[in-house]
């Protein structure tokens, strides 16, 4: 079995670490993209961001090419049985408009 690369590595370190912070287990692709590359943006202990407003800050920008990789890396983890991977249609989630107009999403959590 090959080993597991860099970026999926830190995918894992990240659902752990969110997990642990957490009361849920669930993330969203996007909050782990944002996570993952651009952590200033959504982490409330991530040094001073002076355009945060409380917890988060309104643009979770990240580009075309780092969503593609979190996807195909979280793919590969799901594979290996490492992550469990589901798909959330906005009708099924809590909070609706919360990913403006995405009409489902992929959520992610460790595997248990």
């Known amino acids: 079995m090959r080993k597991i690369g860099k970026i999926q590595k830190r995918i894992l370190e990240v659902l752990a670490e969110l997990t642990r912070r ?4 669930w993330f969203s692709l996007q909050f782990i993209t944002v996570f993952l590359y651009h952590q200033e943006q959504v982490d409330p202990e991530y040094g001073s961001n002076p355009s945060r ?13 780092e ?3 979190i996807w195909e890396s ?5 594979k ?3 992550i469990q991977i589901k798909i959330v249609r906005e009708k099924e989630g ?8 995405a009409q489902k999403w992929l959520e992610l959590r460790l595997k248990r």
């Open 22 to 25: 957490n009361k849920r287990d």
């Open 53 to 65: 407003l409380g917890k988060f800050i309104l643009n979770w920008s990240y580009s075309e090419n």
């Open 67 to 69: 969503r593609r990789r």
């Open 74 to 78: 979280s793919r590969a983890l799901e």
């Open 80 to 82: 290996r049985e490492l």
């Open 94 to 101: 809590k909070e609706k408009g919360t990913f403006g107009v």
